[in-house]
Structures are given as structure tokens and as C-alpha cells.
């Protein structure tokens, strides 16, 4: 799956270099972080929507295909700030045999800490 989001990454990368008239990745990178963001937003509410349908009527299809137009301008967002989906990927393994209560009150000990300095 790794292989999938590297060659995505490189889409994404030769795209932001494209014509915004030619590409929607490059249009969104011409329009600004606030339109990308925008994006995420309408995306991640589709999600939930197509979630409460799922619960409903029973059938994937819906949510899997939002939920894959979430990851995809959220990894667009990622390029926009020079970052990418290994950036994410690092966090997720290194909380890896973590129980989500002890990562969370880490996480909270680490912002305390940075506050303060």
C-alpha cells in the first residue's frame, strides 16, 4: 500500500508544477491553503454523511469513495505545506504499541512541555 501513496506523492508533486487550467491539484495549489482547506472540510463532512448512510442502508461503496476524496486533499494539503504522507506515517508507527489513553496523555505532557519552554 506504501507503493500506492509514493507514486501518489509523485502525481501530486508533478502536478502542483502543471497548469492550474490543466490540472485540479495545480488549481488547488494556485488557489491557496484556504481553498485546500475548504476541500478537507467539505470532504470530511461528505464522510460523516456517507457514514450515517452506511448506518442506515448498509452499503460501503459511498463511504469508501469519500473517505478516499478526504486522504487524497488532505495528502494535496500536505504537499502544499512541503510535507508528505511518510510525514504522517512516522507518527502512526511510532505510536505503534501505544495504547491510544498513554499516547494521548504523552502527547499532552509534550504540548505542556512546549508551552512553557
Same mark, same amino acid.
Given at each position: 500500500?506504501?507503493?500506492?501513496l509514493? #507514486? ?7 502536478? *502542483? ?12 495549489? *494556485?488557489?491557496?491553503? =484556504? ?15 456517507a457514514?450515517? !448512510? ?5 452499503? &460501503?461503496?459511498?463511504?469508501? =469513495?469519500?473517505? &478516499?476524496?478526504?486522504?487524497?486533499? @488532505? ?11 511518510? !510525514? ?5 508507527? &511510532? ?6 489513553? &498513554?499516547?494521548? #496523555?504523552? *502527547?499532552? *505532557?509534550? =504540548? #505542556?512541555? @512546549?508551552?512553557? #519552554?
Open positions: 500500500m506504501n507503493d500506492i509514493m #507514486a501518489l506523492d509523485q502525481v501530486l508533486a508533478q502536478r *502542483r508544477e502543471s497548469s492550474p487550467e490543466e490540472s485540479y491539484v495545480a488549481s488547488l495549489h *494556485r488557489d491557496g491553503l =484556504n481553498k485546500i482547506l475548504e476541500k478537507i472540510s467539505e470532504e470530511a463532512t461528505e464522510v460523516i454523511l457514514a450515517k !448512510d452506511m448506518n442506515q442502508a448498509g452499503t &460501503a461503496d459511498a463511504l469508501v =469513495n469519500e473517505v &478516499a476524496d478526504l486522504w487524497f486533499h @488532505s495528502l494535496v494539503m500536505l504537499s502544499h505545506l512541503d510535507l508528505s504522507h511518510t !510525514d504522517v506515517l512516522n507518527v502512526l508507527n &511510532a505510536r505503534m504499541g501505544l495504547s491510544g489513553l &498513554a499516547e494521548k #496523555a504523552a *502527547r499532552k *505532557r509534550h =504540548n #505542556a512541555g @512546549s508551552e512553557n #519552554a
